[in-house]
């Protein structure tokens, strides 16, 4: 495993571009990065540089780019909608092949939109075809109510088992997940069941009184951080611990990425 920080720590309260976010990255000591959402602009061709010059590996979430006042979403069920967002996240992947990232992390759901599993079914057909061009894996995220679907085990699970293709994998947000189901225990359980469908994980605090993510880097006061670790583990993961501290300061992060990089050779992962 690896630790991954997400450049949406770039985007608010001051947006930055994609390529300026990463160029703050890497000066911040990260070698993976995962370019955030909501990126409206940014220099691919600066973004490669950056990745050739510093010895970086990437991943996505898409969009990529985003379009202002629309939030892409894979299971719409307005055709117009559905359309629209297909189209821009099939642009975030070739946008992703681009930039040499191999993986393309993408919601199952968002607040507010109104959903459904077949529609969120035909729309991962689709894009592991184009991901399949590329040699990219689609990572399909949890989410947490008001979201309608992909808040919980059995339907995250349930379009993993009907896409049934290599491709297509979990993104495992912690926060979400716990959110979701109201209960770091349970959140634990959720990822011990699907740790071999994961393909990228969002470490992410969460508040359960309010059933909220909160987007800060992780702290060693949290216990339970070191049994995501050691769930990882035991499921034989390799793939990126990604950060997504929008709100939190620089050396908070670079301290959370020394506790989990300790809990991860604690269990030699």
Not at 7 to 26: G, R
Not at 200 to 218: I, N, Q, S, W
Request: aromatic fraction near 10%; hydrophobic fraction near 40%.
């Amino acid at each position: 495993m690896k630790v991954e920080l997400s450049t949406n720590h770039w985007i608010k309260p001051t947006y930055h571009s994609a390529d300026v976010a990463v160029e703050k990255a890497e000066a911040l000591g990260f070698k993976h990065i995962q370019i955030g959402t909501p990126h409206f602009t940014g220099d691919l061709d600066r973004i490669v540089e950056l990745r050739k010059q510093h010895k970086l590996t990437y991943s996505v979430h898409a969009p990529f780019f985003a379009e202002k006042n629309f939030i892409a979403t894979a299971s719409f069920k307005s055709p117009k909608l559905l359309e629209r967002s297909r189209k821009l996240l099939l642009k975030s992947i070739e946008n992703a092949n681009y930039i040499g990232a191999k993986k393309i992390v993408i919601h199952s759901a968002e607040p507010h939109h109104h959903v459904g599993i077949p529609q969120l079914v035909e729309s991962m057909d689709i894009f592991a075809e184009k991901a399949e061009e590329f040699g990219i894996t689609i990572c399909m995220e949890n989410k947490f109510p008001p979201a309608e679907i992909g808040n919980t085990e059995e339907e995250i699970w349930g379009v993993l088992r009907e896409v049934d293709l290599p491709n297509v994998k979990m993104c495992f947000d912690t926060a979400h997940a716990a959110a979701a189901l109201g209960s770091l225990t349970e959140m634990l359980h959720f990822l011990r069941d699907l740790a071999p469908l994961v393909g990228d994980v969002h470490l992410v605090p969460v508040d359960t009184f309010k059933r909220m993510d909160v987007h800060e880097a992780p702290k060693p006061n949290e216990y339970y951080y070191n049994s995501v670790i050691k769930i990882l583990k035991d499921a034989k993961y390799k793939g990126d611990i990604t950060f997504e501290a929008v709100f939190d300061t620089d050396e908070n992060i670079l301290k959370g990425m020394k506790y989990i990089e300790g809990l991860i050779k604690k269990y030699k992962a």
